[in-house]
């Protein structure tokens, strides 16, 4: 358990390191958009540079590229949604988790997100953010069955972390990009490779200083886990593929996976959080 001094440079250090990670965040939003924009612009421009002429195909290519990255940013909340499925929940539905979103983004000082709840027994979270800031916390209902509100907390906490440094607007963009890759090919590499890896291991130390009883985060993370319910499940096929790496616990349905040096691995993370 951290204490006295210990906890002040561990909130100072978290506080430095959140500022740096909002702007690499930044950074890396540019790159997935740019990238998704790059294929397109090349090959209709090279059709209309062979059609009509080289300018022409330059000034469409140029356009076509900017099309589809204002685009992307744009619709990239959509897009993750339908894949993770769910609806939004409404107001005054679930107010014990409300009440807690409310006191922690109080805390964290972000905009409280919509609430979005997936009907699916197996425990997990994630956090989106779309166009003009607008962030969504996605819960299931096995999430809040299975978990107190100690543990609950850890959770929210963790994932509005992920909100304050924009790392649920990369996740979006992310799976609007490289997780419709990974829909076609079944391989998540290149989704953990666009949201940055490590991303949730250091989510959990940061999350940990923001609640009252810092070893929930620990707790909630050592219960989940599951079976996964079937083929319309999130976490299970393509779905589970393009979506994986946003949520907290990537490792559903394979807990013993982690391999050497994969800090995300929800167990690698019970580990580490275990000194708290």
Same mark, same amino acid.
């Given at each position: 358990?951290?204490?006295?001094?210990?906890?002040?440079?561990?909130?100072?250090?978290?506080?430095?390191?959140?500022?740096?990670?909002?702007?690499?965040?930044?950074?890396?939003?540019?790159?997935?958009?740019?990238?998704?924009?790059? !294929?397109?612009?090349?090959?209709? &421009?090279?059709?209309?540079?062979?059609?009509?002429?080289?300018?022409?195909?330059?000034?469409?290519? !140029?356009?076509?590229?900017?099309?589809?990255?204002? $685009?992307?940013?744009?619709?990239?909340?959509?897009?993750?949604?339908?894949?993770?499925?769910?609806?939004?929940?409404?107001?005054?539905?679930?107010?014990?988790?409300?009440?807690?979103?409310?006191?922690?983004?109080?805390?964290?000082?972000?905009?409280?997100?919509?609430?979005?709840?997936?009907?699916?027994?197996?425990?997990?979270?994630?956090?989106?953010? &779309?166009?003009?800031?607008?962030?969504?916390?996605?819960?299931?209902?096995?999430? *809040?069955?299975?978990?107190?509100?100690?543990?609950?907390?850890?959770?929210?906490?963790?994932?509005?972390?992920?909100?304050?440094?924009?790392?649920?607007?990369?996740?979006?963009?992310?799976?609007?990009?490289?997780? !419709?890759?990974?829909?076609?090919?079944?391989?998540?590499?290149?989704?953990? *490779?666009?949201?940055?890896?490590?991303?949730?291991?250091?989510?959990?130390?940061?999350?940990?200083?923001?609640?009252?009883?810092?070893?929930? !985060?620990?707790?909630?993370?050592?219960?989940?886990?599951?079976?996964?319910?079937?083929?319309?499940?999130?976490?299970?096929?393509?779905?589970?593929?393009?979506?994986?790496?946003?949520?907290?616990?990537?490792?559903?349905?394979?807990?013993?996976?982690?391999?050497? $040096?994969?800090?995300?691995?929800?167990?690698?993370?019970?580990?580490?959080?275990?000194?708290?």
């Amino acid at each position: 358990m951290l204490r006295g001094d210990a906890v002040l440079s561990a909130h100072r250090l978290v506080d430095a390191q959140n500022e740096d990670r909002r702007r690499a965040n930044a950074l890396r939003l540019r790159v997935l958009a740019a990238a998704a924009g790059v !294929l397109p612009a090349v090959v209709v &421009g090279v059709v209309i540079g062979v059609v009509i002429g080289i300018v022409a195909g330059a000034v469409v290519a !140029l356009a076509v590229f900017v099309a589809v990255a204002v $685009g992307i940013l744009s619709a990239s909340l959509e897009v993750a949604l339908r894949l993770v499925g769910g609806a939004p929940v409404s107001s005054g539905a679930l107010p014990a988790l409300e009440n807690q979103v409310e006191g922690l983004c109080s805390t964290l000082g972000v905009a409280r997100p919509r609430l979005w709840l997936v009907d699916d027994p197996v425990a997990n979270a994630c956090a989106l953010t &779309g166009r003009r800031g607008r962030s969504v916390l996605v819960v299931t209902s096995g999430l *809040l069955s299975r978990l107190g509100l100690i543990e609950m907390e850890g959770v929210v906490a963790h994932e509005l972390v992920h909100v304050k440094r924009r790392d649920a607007a990369v996740s979006s963009v992310a799976v609007a990009t490289a997780g !419709l890759v990974a829909w076609v090919s079944g391989r998540d590499e290149l989704v953990h *490779l666009a949201v940055g890896r490590g991303r949730e291991y250091e989510t959990d130390q940061a999350a940990a200083l923001a609640v009252r009883y810092p070893p929930g !985060l620990h707790d909630a993370l050592a219960s989940m886990g599951g079976q996964v319910s079937g083929g319309a499940s999130p976490f299970s096929g393509r779905r589970w593929a393009a979506t994986r790496w946003i949520w907290i616990d990537p490792m559903v349905g394979e807990p013993e996976r982690p391999r050497a $040096g994969e800090l995300d691995a929800t167990k690698t993370r019970v580990d580490a959080l275990a000194q708290w």
